[in-house]
């Protein structure tokens, strides 16, 4: 890295071309994802800049999610997000998730009982009673996603008490009710870190999250549940599988 890369663009102030340089290299492997970046001291040295210059070029690099910072550790580059590929009878990011070696905890946040109005739009339920889930998905100890479920309180009401952290909801119902969750459709979109977000999620405000909205059903197409997940736009991709006869052509 060096002060005549052609990734330098002419004009612009000094802290944005060092961004740019840094995120150059981390794009072409220079630096692996989990590596820790040199220090603020080694970085203003290289740039032949100040530390403050470095530290802004850090941070800007941070709430773009390339980087992550940890106080009194340095920075690091940022891990690849995991690929969730969707599909309607794909298990669940939880059971598949569990196929490989990470970890995967699901925290009970909160649980009530609440009427039909508390949905999000579209709503999916027909009950007058629901009974809402707020859980944190957890990876190798780290926060990625904040899940709000509902489903119908008085065929499900028992969920809560068999709840552990290592509960999969599609698993409970499928080993407890006996029943098949298939997915029937999602809404995605992205939108800032709220307050709660950030703490939950241990991200900066304001940073990028991606929104799923959806409904499942049963094999015969009796709605089950409404899941609402704020997911870190850092750790997850959602790619949509499409069979050969449902392509446009």
Known sequence: MSEDSSSVEVGQPRWHQVMTELSSAIAAGSFAPGERLPTEADLAERFKVNRLTVRQALAELARAGTIKTVHGRGSFVAELPYRFRLRATTPSIVAQMRGTSTV??????????????????????????????????????????????????????????????????????????????????????????????????????????????????????????????????????????????????
């Open 104 to 249: 995967i905890t699901q925290d009970l946040l909160r649980h009530a009982v609440v009427p039909r109005s508390d949905l999000p739009d579209p709503p999916a339920l027909p009950d007058d009673e629901l009974l809402r889930l707020d859980t944190l998905m957890s990876v190798d100890g780290e926060a990625w996603s904040r899940d709000t479920t509902w489903l119908s309180a008085k065929r499900f009401g028992g969920v809560p008490a068999v709840w552990t952290p290592q509960t999969s909801l599609t698993g409970l119902l499928l080993g407890a009710y006996g029943i098949v969750l298939r997915r029937s459709w999602r809404r995605h979109s992205a939108e800032p870190a709220s307050p709660q977000d950030a703490a939950a999620l241990g991200v900066p405000l304001g940073a990028p999250l991606l929104v799923l909205v959806g409904a499942n059903t049963d094999p015969t197409g009796v709605p089950l549940s409404q899941v609402h997940r704020r997911s870190r736009g850092d750790r997850i991709e959602y790619v949509v599988d499409f069979d050969a006869e449902d392509e446009d052509v």
